[in-house]
Nanobody
Framework: QVQLVESGGGLVQPGGSLRLSCVAS????????AEWYRQAPGKQRELVAV???????TYADSVKGRFTISRENAENSVYLQMNGLQPEDTAVYYC????????WGQGTQVTVSS
């Protein structure tokens, strides 16, 4: 059974930081591109950051310079370090892995508010 389990969300003040984690099981994670998406209330799910199986990364313009995606294949994990958080970053953040199939995590809530 394939599972992606996110953790690390929470409530943070503007300007603060959070680190999201996603642990995969049941797949050969090292072959998968790993992505973080987010979905704010009333909005479509949007791609935040990608780290490909080869290690290259891509970021949405809205998070460039603030967020960093990384992976540790030995731990079947992908991370999202989020710095300089702003209220517009409030959303449910989802981990996504794809290669020969697509898998999603259940999401973790990030709320940025004073």
């Amino acid at each position: 059974q394939v599972q992606l389990v996110e953790s690390g969300g929470g409530l943070v003040q503007p300007g603060g930081s959070l680190r999201l984690s996603c642990v995969a099981s049941g797949i050969a994670f090292r072959f998968y591109d790993a992505e973080w998406y987010r979905q704010a209330p009333g909005k479509q799910r949007e791609l935040v950051a990608v780290i490909r199986s080869g290690g290259t990364t891509t970021y949405a313009d809205s998070v460039k310079g603030r967020f960093t995606i990384s992976r540790e294949n030995a731990e079947n994990s992908v991370y999202l370090q989020m710095n300089g958080l702003q209220p517009e970053d409030t959303a449910v953040y989802y981990c996504h892995a794809h290669w020969m199939a697509d898998y999603w995590g259940q999401g973790t809530q990030v709320t940025v508010s004073s």
